[in-house]
């Protein structure tokens, strides 16, 4: 199963099971209270999904590792290989 | 030659050699340095290896520097097969694999980016897990970049944050291309993957997952000195997005 079906699964038993609730489509006369709490759910979560990525992605890019010592020594080597490589007989 | 004997008969249980592929295109200033710095490494850890350069008919002379280095390091550490001209990264692997005389393959970028005093940590970690392939991450432990500003570190987190959503792939880092395979694990996925730049390099792991194939992680540090020329432009992003949903849809 491709992970756009998955997807598409997933959101259809969320949709129906909500929709099943909200609008008490088995007739299960259920109290007032449970669909005036289904009824926003959705909207809920995407909001709450939006804060989440917002704040993951905010806190990935904060501590992105700045790799400072490793371009330094980079550069110590590539003098050094230069070096060697001419002793070597490379002409660059 | 140089004197990369010392340690190899006490390192080499098992027959292990490592194949790695150095695709070029214009890198005549780096390539001699890349090797150095592989020639180094190899020697110091002990490990059996042999270098594949692909050059892909470079204007600047890259092929000519690199039948230098070979008569410097010789030619059972330095091969080179060239092509006539500028071809994908995925026929690079392909025409590679096919002169690789080890039973791993090694991939990196030529640009000095990956630097090779990583290959010796990706191989003991291969060895520990017994994974089929080992990818290097700038996202997790004490992975990370050098050269980046606000901007592409943002996009690449994002990017990083929408296809971990969408495929949940199971590893950090897709769009890194510094790997070690099995060798006929890299052959299979090459194989089978049909998509370009980037997106090439994320097909290749989901397609391992796909496959049930294992797959280790080990941090990297990316130093990248390219950037300042070649910013990431909308383009690259569009062709990203639109890679990223086939994927979705197709795998």
Known sequence: MTKLLEWLLGVSFVGIAWGLVTFDLLDLQLPSVCKEVAWPIPVYLLVVFGCYSLATVGYRVATFNDCEDAAKELQAQIKEAKEDLKQKGLKM | ????????????????????????????????????????????????????????????????????????????????????????????????????????????????????????????????????????????????????????????????????????PGASDLTGSFRLYKKEVLERLVERCVSKGYVFQMEMIVRARQLGYSVGEVPISFVDRVYGESKLGGNEIVSFVKGLLTLFATT
Do not use: C
């Open chain 2, 1 to 168: 030659k140089v004197g990369l004997e010392r340690r190899r008969s006490s390192r080499t249980r098992r027959g292990d050699k490592y194949s790695v592929l150095l695709p070029t295109y214009n890198e005549r200033e780096n390539l001699p340095l890349i090797i150095w710095l592989l020639v180094k490494y190899f020697g110091d850890s002990g490990y059996d290896f042999e270098i594949i350069v692909i050059d892909d008919g470079s204007p600047d002379g890259t092929l000519q520097v690199a039948e230098q280095l070979q008569k410097i390091y010789g030619e059972d550490r330095i091969l080179l097969r060239p092509r006539a001209k500028k071809l994908g990264l995925g026929t690079a692997y392909i025409h590679g694999i096919q002169h690789a005389t080890g039973n791993f393959v090694i991939i990196m970028d030529a640009d000095l980016s990956h630097h090779p005093k990583f290959i010796p940590r990706f191989i003991e970690k291969q060895k520990e897990g017994g994974y089929d392939l080992v990818s290097g991450t700038r996202y997790r432990g004490d992975g990370g970049v050098y050269g980046w500003d606000l901007r592409r570190k943002l996009i690449s987190r994002g990017a990083n944050f929408l296809t971990q959503v969408l495929l949940r």
